[in-house]
């Protein structure tokens, strides 16, 4: 059986000519898209029909196809899945990587709308696409051969598919197994609920980051905003802090931080307080108090362009409290995790923040996603999330 074929325009973009896997509906001849089944793998060529990558098709979608694969040779099927699979695993284990990762990072290991992450013997997985929805079974079963995990979920309850006419859901895609997953990271562990916890229970792209307040945090007051299930709480603590308070608008993920303290024995040393940032840190302000350490991981302010200038309100505000409750002398752990929220962007706003707190600030460090989120330099939006570690002078 024959891939189906599209065909693009005459005039190709760069972002084409540069390896880029999307391919949009407007850059397709028009009619292209007809009578081409949805999520099935089809066959790019240019208006010379000259081959241009394989790839699967949502016509619902403004990217319209996703490219897998350059090689007109290449069967898509299960054993390409497999040597993918087997690739995400090297790649992993090279850099270090066992016990709890996330296997597969979408488009950063050229698996578009696909996202698995392992914790322990449970894998949860994300098909976030409907191409790669179809292959969802298939990948299940590579799982399975690959590792015989314990239990594997699913997690697709995530508003984007909704944009590819994919329905939400979440389940198991195994037999039922206790979703409340213990993990064992550097220096600290974790319960994860891999069921009801945000994305897929854990945010494991900011593993080395938390490993930078080492050698930052004996005897210091530290304040956690954002802290989800407390994972920069717990990291303080173990790491010497004198107290942590640890806030979060979700009292579901707070309970989840609490357990987490007592696993790692430091509950007596982190107080989680449900509050929204954006209201306890002016209180705190006016409050007098003051803190060596802070943490701001606030999720994405913007999905979008069109909402990029009130994120940059937001992030230019919380850090502009935050900076004001450091004592001379401490220390700023900030970050955004919007894609849209470039780097020089995010710079300049905490820049403008510190201006405008009269705080004069060095850097430290810059942080970004670990290494198991991959980056592609032709793919832009790999990467993510940046940080930075800035210390107040004055």
């Not at 694969?69 to 790649?91: I, P, S, V, W």
């Not at 640890?246 to 303290?261: I, K, P, V, W, Y």
């Not at 840190?281 to 990029?308: H, M, S």
């Not at 707190?357 to 060095?362: E, Q, V």
Request: proline share 5%.
């Amino acid at each position: 059986m024959h891939d189906q074929v599209v065909r693009l325009r005459k005039k190709r973009l760069p972002r084409l000519r540069g390896n880029h896997p999307w391919i949009y509906d407007n850059e397709l001849e028009p009619r292209s898209l007809e009578h081409i089944t949805p999520g099935a793998i089809v066959t790019v060529v240019d208006h010379h029909d000259r081959f241009v990558g394989k790839g699967y098709v949502n016509p619902r979608s403004r990217i319209a196809v996703r490219l897998l694969t350059r090689d007109a040779r290449q069967n898509m099927d299960k054993e390409f899945f497999r040597t993918k699979l087997l690739a995400c695993l090297k790649y992993r284990k090279q850099v270090g990587y066992e016990g709890s990762y996330r296997l597969v990072h979408g488009e950063g290991d050229e698996l578009p709308g696909l996202i698995i992450d392992r914790f322990a013997d449970v894998f949860v997985i994300q098909t976030l696409t409907l191409g790669m929805d179809q292959w969802k079974d298939t990948i299940v079963q590579l799982l399975n051969e690959m590792f015989e995990p314990r239990g594997i979920y699913e997690r697709n309850d995530v508003p984007v598919r909704t944009l590819e006419g994919l329905p939400l859901n979440r389940g198991f895609l195994s037999e039922p197994f206790d979703p409340l997953v213990p993990i064992s990271l550097t220096d600290a562990s974790f319960l994860v609920d891999v069921a009801q916890g945000q994305k897929t229970g854990f945010y494991l792209d900011q593993r080395e980051n938390r490993l930078a307040l080492k050698n930052l945090c004996s005897g210091a007051e530290v304040l956690d905003c954002f802290c989800h299930t407390g994972a920069f709480s717990i990291y303080a603590a173990c790491y010497g802090a004198s107290s942590v308070l640890a806030c979060d608008t979700s009292e579901q993920s707070l309970a989840m931080g609490r357990r987490n303290a007592e696993l790692n024995g430091c509950q007596h040393c982190v107080e989680f307080l449900e509050s929204n940032a954006f209201d306890l840190l002016p209180r705190l302000v006016r409050e007098g108090r003051r803190f060596d350490l802070i943490v701001l991981d606030p999720p994405a302010f913007t999905k979008n362009r069109q909402g990029l200038s009130r994120a940059v309100a937001g992030y230019r505000e919380i850090n502009l409290r935050a900076l004001k409750l450091l004592r001379p002398g401490g220390f700023l752990f900030t970050f955004s995790c919007s894609h849209f929220m470039h780097e020089d962007l995010f710079r300049q706003t905490v820049a403008e923040a510190a201006a405008d707190a009269g705080c004069l600030i060095r850097q430290v460090q810059r942080l970004e996603q670990a290494k198991d989120h991959p980056v592609l330099w032709h793919v832009p939006e790999t990467q993510y999330l940046k940080g930075l570690v800035l210390q107040t002078l004055s």
